[in-house]
């Protein structure tokens, strides 16, 4: 069956850390550009940043700094490391094979609070 399923929202007051799991099946994980997406609440859905299949990362200007995507091709998981986290970036994140798929997983609610 090709999904993807992310793992490791919750709770984290800020200036905390998460990291954000997305393992893939059902296809050759290591020929996909991987990418992480955000939804906050009442806003349209954003890119996060996305990994090339050989590694190359892009990430978003609000991420840029605080979060790193990695990728083990091996494992077939993409990961989002969000560090210094702020209540804004409370939102339901996603990852997406490739950058124009319909393949997404279903979300993993991150909140920012104290």
């Known amino acids: 069956q090709v999904q993807l399923v992310e793992a490791g929202g919750g709770l984290v007051q800020p200036g905390g850390s998460l990291r954000l799991s997305c393992t893939a099946s059902g296809f050759t994980f290591r020929s996909y550009v991987m990418s992480w997406y955000r939804q906050a609440p009442g806003k349209d859905r954003e890119l996060v940043g996305y990994i090339a299949n050989s590694g190359g990362v892009i990430s978003s200007v609000s991420a840029k700094g605080r979060f790193t995507i990695s990728r083990d091709n091996a494992k077939n998981v993409v990961y989002l490391q969000m560090n210094n986290l702020k209540p804004e970036d409370t939102a339901v994140y996603y990852c997406?094979?490739?950058?124009?798929?319909?393949?997404w997983g279903q979300g993993t609610q991150v909140t920012v609070s104290s």
């Open positions: 997406r094979r490739d950058l124009n798929s319909d393949l």
